[in-house]
Antibody, heavy 119, light 113 residues
């Protein structure tokens, strides 16, 4: 069964860091772009960023709201993508979903992991 | 950035009746390959988003045929032919034409009258 499973969420103080992980199974993980979308409490969906596969040199792109603070990386040997989040602010409080990107669309999503930035 | 607007933002519907959601884009969603990259996602309460429709009108596997998508250029519509209780949730349109900077509409909340 195709799955994406996020982990690593939790409570962090403003200015702190957190690292989220997304583990994929049931498909050839290394052949796909993988990215992150977040959803603040009671709000809509916001694209955060993504990493391409090896054929496109593992390049990354980020939303302006997180550029310079967030970093996406991947380890295809572990079928895993990470989202390193630094300098967190209360505006980063959200559920973070990873997705599989294919042909300019997000065809599979994980169940999400919750991040709360609060003192 | 490409801005997507949806209407209505709230849609109370009667079971068994049709429903329609509009999505308008601030820019054309036609890519150089000739395809139009506008998707629809459903997010049921407490669940992660699920793609229903991609490239305007292509239904994902397992999506009931009461869901249909249409439109072109900058104007798109998601229709539910006969609303069922399991259709309650928030529906988002998303553009992929201006990748990698994907954007979503604000969402339309569908609930039962």
């Amino acid at each position: 069964e195709l799955q994406l499973v996020e982990s690593g969420g939790g409570l962090v103080q403003p200015g702190g860091s957190l690292r989220l992980s997304c583990a994929g199974s049931g498909f050839i993980f290394s052949d796909y772009y993988i990215g992150w979308v977040r959803q603040a409490p009671g709000k809509g969906l916001e694209w955060v960023g993504r990493i391409t596969h090896r054929y496109d040199s593992y390049s990354t792109e980020y939303a302006a709201s997180v550029k310079g603070r967030f970093t996406i990386s991947r380890d295809d040997s572990k079928n895993s993508v990470s989202l390193q989040m630094n300098s967190l602010g209360t505006e980063d409080t959200a559920v973070y979903y990873c997705f599989r990107e294919f042909w300019y669309s997000f065809d599979r999503w994980g169940q999400g992991t919750s991040v709360t930035v609060s003192s | 950035d490409v801005v997507l607007t949806q209407s209505p933002l709230s849609l109370p519907v009667t079971l068994g009746q049709p429903a329609s959601i509009s999505c308008r884009s601030s820019q054309s969603l036609v890519l150089s390959d000739g395809n139009t990259y506008l998707d629809w996602f459903q997010q049921r309460p407490g669940q992660s988003p699920r793609r229903l429709i991609y490239r305007v009108s292509k239904r994902d596997s397992g999506v009931p045929d009461r869901f249909s998508g249409s439109g072109s250029g900058t104007d798109f519509t998601l229709k539910i032919s006969r609303v069922e209780a399991e259709d309650v949730g928030v529906y988002y349109c998303m553009q992929g034409a201006h990748w990698p900077f994907y954007t979503f509409g604000p969402g339309t909340k569908v609930d039962i009258k």
